[in-house]
């Protein structure tokens, strides 16, 4: 599978929750449920701009802390919502995350993702702000954005 040139996606920045791997549990939903649904806290992401995305293929770049390697991975989205999803298809340990003080009043959305594949570093490097086109690489490490709107210049080739 190929993403043309210049596809907009989201880039969304995670971390693990305590002894949970979060893209060893997201990809094990994934094998033996066909999906999972992948939970966003915070400043809420336009609706219109998620929606535009899925239109384009419905990609979402994950990109970890660089404490833990800065790595990505590209993530095939298929719907999302701005409530809990009730097939409960989602890892048990959002139930801790949505549970604790810190997140009582958070905002969140919830992302039905088909796919997880690490993306190489030569495919990272060809995403740049959907805006400006700056290199991500040149960006990531000088905000605390946790989600950016990103476009690849260049094809990307997936397993």
């Known amino acids: 599978m190929v993403i043309k040139e210049n596809t907009n996606m989201l880039l ?25 649904w992948l939970l966003k806290i915070g400043k809420k992401t336009s609706c219109e701009k998620i929606s535009e995305i899925q239109r384009e293929g419905g990609w979402m770049i994950l990109r970890s802390p660089k404490a833990d390697g800065g790595k990505s991975y590209i993530v095939k989205y ?18 801790e995350v949505i ?15 088909d796919r997880i594949s690490s993306l190489s570093d030569e495919s990272a490097k060809t995403l740049v702000m959907a805006k400006t086109e700056k290199p991500i690489d040149e960006v990531i490490g000088a905000t605390r954005t946790a989600v950016m709107f990103v476009k690849n210049v260049a094809p990307i080739t997936l397993d």
């Open 12 to 36: 969304f920045r995670f971390r693990d929750f305590g002894k949970y791997n979060f893209i060893d549990t997201h990809r094990e939903f994934i094998e033996k449920n066909g999906y999972v």
């Open 78 to 95: 298929v719907d999302y919502s701005e409530k809990t999803p009730k097939d409960g298809m989602f890892p048990k340990y959002y139930e």
């Open 99 to 113: 549970n604790s003080e810190d997140f009582w009043e958070a905002t969140c959305q919830w992302f039905m993702i």
